[in-house]
């Protein structure tokens, strides 16, 4: 698909009078060209002039690795790649430079075209990519299973006496063995640590009574997974399981208010409002999802202000939270995708709240 991908990415430019784009390490660059390059010193960039051909300069020692249909052209240790790069670049003009290149890589550019114009082209690159394509979708499905099955053998699984860092480490070999090429996060927030929405594990000991949020996504061929479940040992702690049936319904009321036509902000309002009215606002500090794709996190984001129409094929996860310091934490999140009869709830594992021993 990659081939059609660069044909509406320079339509998109055009549009937007964008005379080139050059994107260097991010999933703009797999996007486009099927590769994913190393985040070093030595860059890797296509260069898609508005029209003509796209053509991408990788350092000659990655050349073996580099698999795409794309016109590869490997820069030797001794050469200069800006200078390779800036020859085929327009001189005057605007040109759109990935939102992940590194500040020295847009320097060295713009130092050598001190006449061309220098954009952002976050917003051209994520209109291409916000609306998945069939098997964009049949990716994050299949890493959305994987997680599911992940979750319910963690029911299984004995949490006391064992540390966060212990448990993180289970919840990545069983995702590994699931079917993920690789884990990119597993978080376990147990206890008072799950006040903190992006705990990572330490050496803390899981103790019997204790609420542990467990948060964890990695990729399947190159798209993401990311859920959230609840685990309590035992037992649960004082008032969590109302506070729990608060969260459920909030964030059963968000899915169901995705569709096509409807704001990004409604969603988050679906879920804020009944956190709010029962007391809890100001302990739901985040907003209510994100987009995923070959990103973890991308367009759209479900956030208060956030007025961006949602469009059949978007997909992004739904995950309220509650956040008591010095108590507990808990969120309940899925992947969903947005389609033209309402909502598709990739994630199936069961939301309850799991007793472990």
């Known amino acids: 698909m990659t081939a059609e991908r660069i044909d509406a990415t320079q339509r998109a430019m055009r549009r937007r009078g964008i005379d080139a784009l050059l994107v260097s390490i991010g999933s703009d660059l797999p996007y486009l060209t099927g590769y994913r390059a190393f985040p070093l010193e030595r860059i890797t960039a296509l260069v898609l002039p508005v029209d003509g051909e796209p053509a991408l300069f990788v350092p000659e020692l990655e050349a073996p690795r580099v698999d795409t249909w794309v016109e590869v052209h ?55 990519r916000v609306i998945k394509e069939a098997e ?41 063995a699931a079917g993920h090429d690789s884990v990119s996060f597993a978080i376990v927030a ?56 608060v969260l459920l319904a909030a964030q059963k009321a968000a899915v169901a208010a995705v569709r096509p036509g409807v704001t990004a902000e409604s969603i988050d309002a679906a879920a804020r409002t009944i956190i709010s009215e029962a007391g809890y606002g100001a302990f739901f500090i985040h907003r209510t999802g994100h987009g995923i794709g070959l990103d973890a996190h991308e367009q759209p984001y479900l956030v208060e202000g956030n007025e961006q129409l949602i469009e059949s094929g978007m997909a992004f996860s739904i995950e309220p939270g509650m956040y008591l310091p010095g108590r507990w934490g808990m969120r309940i999140e899925d992947i969903v995708v947005a389609t033209e009869g309402g909502v598709d709830r990739l994630n199936r594992s069961s939301r309850a709240i799991r007793f472990v021993d």
């Open 74 to 128: 490997p820069w030797a240790e001794t050469d200069d790649p800006f200078e390779l790069m800036t020859a085929v670049l327009p001189e005057t003009g605007t040109i759109a430079v990935g939102d992940q290149m590194w500040a020295s890589f847009l320097i060295a550019f713009q130092t050598r075209l001190t006449s061309a114009s220098f954009v952002d082209a976050e917003p051209l690159m994520a209109s291409l």
């Open 136 to 176: 964009e979708i049949a990716a994050l499905r299949d890493a959305a299973h994987g997680v599911d099955r992940v979750a319910d053998q963690l029911g299984n699984v004995r949490f006391s006496g064992r540390t966060e860092r212990e448990v993180s480490h289970i919840v990545t070999e069983l995702t590994l």
């Open 190 to 245: 147990s206890g008072p640590n799950g006040a903190s929405p992006h705990h990572e594990a330490t050496d803390r000991t899981i103790l019997p009574g204790e609420a542990i949020v467990v948060d964890f996504g990695g990729r399947v061929r190159g798209y993401g997974s990311d859920t959230t479940r609840m685990y309590c040992v035992g037992s649960s702690p004082d008032g969590f399981e109302d506070a729990y049936a």
